[in-house]
């Protein structure tokens, strides 16, 4: 039942409510990829961004096309309406670096090249966060496929 109503929330761009059905429901099967994929969402647009990143690099360590060959469109996915709303400060934050990150997550799920290049503007600010680089170096590979 979390699931469906998880579900419905993130279609509906209820974000909190969807992100403690969806966790529920995570709780119960980790291993639903696209739950997970709506939990990383999720967290993004609830400022959990550790959060975000941290399921992020598990999935794209176990599965980075599952997100790479996401359809917007056909998924429900909000990623393409979030990008064009962060990109153009309808959605405001105040952290470049945190920024950035959010960009390069979303933009994974509608254009790899795109995702890459937030990824390395994020950094160029921090490049004592090691999780990018690990990001960067999958990212790189799977453009090189």
């Known amino acids: 039942m979390s699931e469906m109503l998880g579900n419905y929330h993130f279609l509906n761009r209820n974000y909190s409510s969807a992100l403690l059905e969806l966790e529920s429901s995570f709780l119960k099967n980790p291993n639903d990829t696209c739950t997970r994929k709506k939990l990383i969402v999720c967290y993004t647009q609830t400022k959990n961004l550790n959060k975000a990143i941290d399921l992020f690099i598990a999935l794209l360590d176990e599965n980075a096309d599952c997100i790479i060959n996401t359809k917007p469109e056909e998924d429900g996915c909000p990623c393409p309406e979030l990008v064009s709303q962060l990109e153009c400060g309808k959605i405001d934050r105040s952290n470049q670096y945190e920024l950035f990150v959010e960009l390069g997550i979303l933009w994974l799920y509608c254009n790899i090249e795109s995702s890459l290049r937030y990824f390395v503007k994020a950094y160029q600010i ?5 999780r990018l680089t690990q ?11």
Request: no cysteine.
């Open 135 to 145: 990001i960067i170096q999958t990212l790189n590979s799977k453009t090189k496929e």
């Open 126 to 130: 921090n490049s004592s966060d090691k």
